[in-house]
């Protein structure tokens, strides 16, 4: 297994937007992102991971009006939140971004700047179909029975002076890259939608500055403008490691730029692939390497909506299933391209079935084995037999496939190909019956290597593991009284010291849990959203 010692790798969220609590569905990206930033850390990547929160916009002003607070207070308290969400869920990462922070709007300031002055961006009047929640202009073709094709919200005309930018100047040049970098876009399917909907139909001016409210960058040439939204939220993936318009970026942007990997929604993949590699082209910068747009997750077969009571939150999952169980969930659950679905069943039954029986009960056994038959000492006494070989194959095959599937982001499929080295291990004590090799005093030997073999195949799978569920990981190898294997180790077998001893009592990992027990704890938080709410059933 090859390390990549000091290879560096820059990844981002979309930054969660500031209008409320995130759901589940939010928090899957920030975990997502996080395992794939844990897992390259464990490749020996040098990562810096940038997440953080879009603070400005009409909608951002009006929510705090109608709370009777400033929009600093409003978005203070929600990013504060967010930030809450992230930690709670261990999102390991470098930098939160807030587009309030002052290097930030400074920056912006600069790069509005030094598009005018391009001839990139021109002043003109906008009169068009306006959507208050995506604060998006939209053409009446694009118009779905006077709703926004985007989020569904009624839209409503409007007309006020702007700034436009010129997305036709480099539409070419977008399409040429796309083209010649098939992986720019991730999945292929995203692709395509962008080239067949927008790109090739040819692409309209956009509107890059805002007169009709004031919470927002202000362009500092012309104060009766703010900086529209996508523009200002987009460029925090420069400016938060240092960009500067006017040629002073910092060594870290030096470092970092182009950024590896722009992980978001898939209902915000135009943004990213359209609106941001022009505005990059327009500041002579190059593009990102690869921007993935990840499928939503689904409560049930709809998406969450606080009137139904339905929304799910990271953090009242956690208080009931446990931080790595949702971890787990959300990565193991979500396809590659389609919607993923969440339900409270479907929850207590990957905890009941993968998680305890198949994870916990597997890390139990071998500990309780260990301390019953040897004192808790660990050792290989080589005496081998045929299925030992199959187990060993599985387990170091294991890193291997797992490597690949995360080259392609394919966290779902990582963690299948690990529980599939613990259900070995598992059909690994059915076939090699320790219980009645312990009845034999001439068998003691070929038990002791046995529990050997299962001892080094959890450590090697708890170790990959730990991108996805860090702190089980961290109980399980601390039960075993082992450390991580080292990431180029990870497909060779028999490294684990003989004599290690194993903790005397084992720590249930995941408690089985009783569905309706759950379902009852899910109905009374249901009713505290409606609530707060004001609905009455």
Not at 171 to 182: F, G, K, S, V, W
Not at 486 to 515: H, P, S
Not at 524 to 535: P, V
């Amino acid at each position: 297994m090859k390390r990549h010692d000091d290879e560096r790798f820059y990844m981002t969220t979309a930054i969660a937007y500031t209008s409320g609590k995130p759901h589940i569905g939010n928090t899957y990206e920030a975990i997502l992102a996080d395992s794939i930033a844990r897992f390259r850390r464990m490749q020996g990547y040098d990562v810096f991971f940038q997440t953080g929160t879009d603070e400005h916009g009409q909608k951002i002003e009006d929510r705090a009006g109608a709370a009777g607070k400033t929009p600093k207070q409003y978005v203070d308290e929600i990013s504060g939140t967010v930030r809450e969400v992230w930690d709670c869920m261990n999102v390991s990462y470098d930098k939160f971004i807030r587009t309030t922070d002052p290097d930030h709007m400074e920056r912006v300031q600069k790069i509005f700047k030094k598009m005018h002055a391009k001839g990139d961006i021109y002043k003109d009047y906008y009169e068009g179909m306006y959507c208050k929640e995506c604060e998006a202009f939209y053409t009446p073709s694009q118009i779905e029975d006077g709703k926004c094709p985007d989020c569904g919200s009624e839209v409503h005309p409007a007309k006020e002076e702007a700034y436009f930018f010129r997305m036709s100047k480099y539409a070419d040049r977008l399409i040429e890259h796309i083209n010649t970098h098939p992986e720019f876009i991730q999945p292929v399917s995203r692709k395509n939608e962008m080239m067949n909907n927008f790109l090739l139909p040819g692409l309209q001016d956009l509107c890059v500055s805002r007169t009709s409210f004031k919470w927002g960058i202000p362009v500092d040439f012309d104060p009766g403008h703010v900086v529209y939204v996508w523009l200002d939220a987009l460029s925090n993936y420069i400016t938060g490691i240092g960009f500067d318009a006017e040629g002073n970026s910092t060594e870290q942007y030096k470092k970092l730029w182009p950024a590896d990997l722009h992980l978001v929604g898939k209902d915000i993949i135009r943004f990213h692939t359209i609106y941001w590699p022009i505005f990059l082209m327009s500041l002579d910068q190059e593009l990102p390497k690869q921007v993935f747009g990840h499928p939503w997750l689904l409560q049930g077969e709809s998406k969450m909506s606080k009137s139904r009571g339905n929304v799910l939150y990271a953090d009242d999952l956690a208080g009931i299933f446990g931080v790595d169980a949702v971890r787990y969930f959300v990565l193991h659950e979500m396809p590659f391209e389609n919607d993923g679905t969440i339900t409270w069943e479907l929850m207590t039954e990957r905890v009941n079935s993968d998680l305890a029986n198949i994870l916990g009960n597997l890390v139990n056994r071998t500990i309780s084995m260990s301390n019953k038959y040897f004192g808790g000492i660990v050792e290989d006494k080589g005496v081998y037999e045929e299925v030992d070989g199959d187990l060993k194959t599985v387990v170091t095959g294991t890193a291997p496939a797992v490597e690949e599937k995360m080259q392609h982001l394919r966290a779902a499929d990582a963690i299948t190909d690990i529980f599939n080295l613990f259900r070995r291990c598992n059909k690994y004590i059915d076939e090699t019956t320790p219980w009645i090799l312990a009845k034999e005093e001439d068998k003691k030997d070929r038990l002791a290597t046995v529990l050997y073999n299962l001892t080094e195949s959890i450590i090697i799978g708890a170790t990959l593991l730990e991108p996805f569920m860090p702190e089980t990981t961290g109980k399980i190898l601390k039960q075993l009284n082992a450390v991580p294997r080292d990431y180029k180790d990870l497909d060779t077998f028999g490294l684990l010291e003989n004599g290690t001893k194993v903790v005397e009592k084992t720590e249930i990992l995941f408690a089985r849990l009783d569905v309706n027990e759950v379902l009852e704890k899910a109905e009374e938080l249901r009713q505290k959203q409606l609530a707060a709410l004001g609905i009455k059933e």
